[in-house]
């Protein structure tokens, strides 16, 4: 694979080896990111992206497109099916561009909506000030406890019928507890809002019928490169009272020509996620969280909410006297990729925040489990407690390799 690219432009083809290279040396812990199959990443390496092809199947503004109707009616007949969902709309490019269509869909500006606070796991396109959602809509937070770190369903339904949003959007991007989508749907209809569900993260626990499920939502929005591991991209699913004002608010209301090489790769992952060996991956991916954080916690680490009932672990690294930004820089000389982040209740800024997150789906994709998440933790915990020493930095990055060779990625690519 390649070939062509390396000899027409030689610049452009050792910077994607280099890339290809740090993703198969090191360990790759940041929860948002996974390794796509080949599968997946040749579909989206296709002739497909020359096609102009606006509209929906069988209503393209273009022709030439009797192909890539196929393509993406067996995306949304395989979306439709996976998610137990009436409709699907296949074409947003991103997860936050997919939000942005719901919003444009079931909002006018200045309309209330409510979403979790930022710096207690909400994304940013969940009301963040310096984000479209927060600059174009009223947007009520909702966050965690300071005890626990968790939700309150109760807090939540009392801000709720206070507030009384017209959406009320669920999922995190930072959050290490189960949600209860089914609330989130009760809390929404007693006040009559709509229920966004924002699966993200968690998606491929969903669908592997390890975390709750989420069709009671009115709207699932969800980005196909996390647990899903598919391309970078993402989806819409809603109820069929919703379809048609979704599909409008995607297009024409904010796309132009769908990326349809990307909306192929969707449906070669739709496919694998349906394949028997979806459900141990996501099992997998939970009992190697499971073990991070207990291996971190036992060794002094502060674990926000204590534990992880998903795919992630958020450390407070300030527990063992550094920051954020110390702690995954250091992390990173090793190897060992994370990302800082806020934590609940934060003091700190959000360039050099408190907390350290990372994740297990990734190195679950590669095959690691129990055994080499203990591995990981324990190298972890010693960077993080001298993230000054370069010769132990140095160390741990020898032992990082040496474990990435018996787990390989791409053979495809080497
Ligand atoms: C990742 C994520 C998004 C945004 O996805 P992009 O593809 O990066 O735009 C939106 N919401 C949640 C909860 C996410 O985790």
Redesign the pocket.
């Known amino acids: 694979m390649l070939e062509s690219l390396k000899k027409q432009d030689s610049v452009v083809y050792n910077l994607v080896k280099s890339e290809i290279n740090r993703q198969k040396n090191g360990l790759c812990m940041i929860p ?1 990111e996974n390794h796509a199959s080949v599968a997946v990443l040749e579909a989206m390496g296709t002739p497909l992206s020359n096609k102009y092809s606006e509209g929906y199947p069988g209503k393209r503004y273009y022709t030439g497109n009797q192909f890539i109707d196929q393509i993406e009616n067996l995306a949304i007949e395989r979306a439709k099916k996976l998610f137990k969902a009436d409709h699907a709309n296949v074409q947003p ?7 942005q269509a719901v919003y444009f869909a079931m909002l006018n500006v200045g309309d209330k909506a409510m979403g979790m606070d930022l710096s207690h796991g ?5 009301g963040s000030p310096v984000n479209f959602s927060g600059k174009l809509y009223n947007m009520i937070h909702y966050g965690v406890e300071k005890d626990t770190e968790r939700i309150n369903y109760d807090k939540l339904a009392e801000l709720a019928h206070k507030e009384k949003p017209k959406m009320i959007i669920s ?3 930072a959050y290490p507890r189960e949600i209860d989508f089914d609330k989130f749907t009760k809390i929404a209809h007693e006040i009559g809002a709509v229920h966004l569900a ?4 968690i998606v491929g626990l969903i669908l592997g019928g390890v975390h709750k499920d989420c069709s009671s939502a009115d709207i699932v ?1 969800t ?1 196909t ?2 647990t899903l591991r598919g391309p ?3 989806i819409i699913l809603c109820k069929e009272k919703f379809a048609k004002q979704i599909d409008k608010a995607v297009f024409p209301g904010l796309q132009g020509g769908p990326m349809e090489h990307v909306i192929a790769a969707k449906a070669v992952c739709f496919e694998e996620a349906m394949k028997p060996d979806f459900k141990p991956y996501q099992e997998q991916i939970k009992k190697n969280a499971a073990i991070l954080a207990k291996v971190l916690g036992d060794n002094g680490i502060r674990i926000i909410s204590r534990g992880t009932d998903n795919h992630l672990v958020l450390i407070d690294a300030t527990s063992v006297g550094i920051t954020g930004k110390i702690g995954s820089t250091a992390l990173e000389e090793a190897g060992i990729y994370t990302n800082r982040n806020t934590i609940p209740f934060e003091t700190r800024s959000p360039f050099d925040p408190s907390g350290i997150r990372m994740g297990t789906p990734s190195l679950t994709t590669r095959g690691m489990k129990e055994g080499e998440m203990e591995q990981a933790g324990e190298f972890i915990t010693s960077v993080l407690k001298d993230p000054g020493n370069a010769d132990l930095k140095k160390g741990i990055r020898k032992n990082v390799e040496k474990l990435t060779v018996e787990f390989p990625i791409y053979k495809e690519f080497d």
């Open positions: 948002s490019n991103a997860g936050s561009t997919a939000n909400g994304h940013l396109t969940h999922g995190a991007t924002d699966v993200s993260h929005m980005t490169h996390k970078r991209s993402a």
